[in-house]
């Protein structure tokens, strides 16, 4: 039995028809072609599967798609800069070189925006707490935080910048 759904996905509306126990991570993967969103542990420890529910992120493993109805949805795919540039956490993962293998990447990032958004201005352990849901199992965080703390330097910047 499939349920009728709608959502906004990257700022596009969708309506479709899901299985009852389609996971959020599989629909987005399987049925929209977003393959950013990673597929990790499946268990919701790892956090690569990490997307922002109405600007929270939420494992997509443990979410069902039908609990996506009436919710806005922001995928790494959706995290463009202006004129389709790196969003400037993006860009400060770059600069930093927090990428690493990049398995984690797409949900650290989505997981600093949703803390970012929050607290422009967040402490190393504030980060830290942040991101304590999300695993890198290449070599460590320290890169990561700095990226964090540098891209809410940016986004600083270019607020006042809009101002």
């Known amino acids: 039995m499939k349920i009728p759904i709608q959502f906004v996905i990257n700022g596009e509306k969708i309506e479709l028809s899901v299985p009852a126990n389609m996971t959020l991570l599989d629909m987005i993967r399987q049925e929209l072609n977003l393959t950013g969103t990673k597929k990790g542990c499946d268990e919701g420890d790892c956090g690569a599967c990490t997307v922002l529910m109405d600007g929270k992120p939420v494992n997509s493993c443990m979410v069902l798609a039908v609990d996506a109805n009436g919710k806005e949805i922001l995928t790494i795919e959706g995290l463009k800069g202006n004129n389709g540039d790196l969003h400037p956490i993006q860009q400060a993962f ?5 990428i ?5 990447t797409p949900g650290m990032v989505l997981t600093a925006k949703a803390l970012l958004d929050q607290n422009p201005t967040p402490t190393e352990v504030e980060v830290r707490e942040a991101i ?4 890198c199992r290449c070599t460590g965080y320290k890169k990561i935080v700095e990226a964090i703390i540098k891209a809410g330097e940016y986004l600083k910047v270019k607020g006042a910048e809009n101002e």
């Open 94 to 98: 770059v600069e930093v070189g927090a």
């Open 132 to 135: 304590s849901g999300n695993l």
């Open 100 to 104: 690493q293998c990049g398995f984690c």
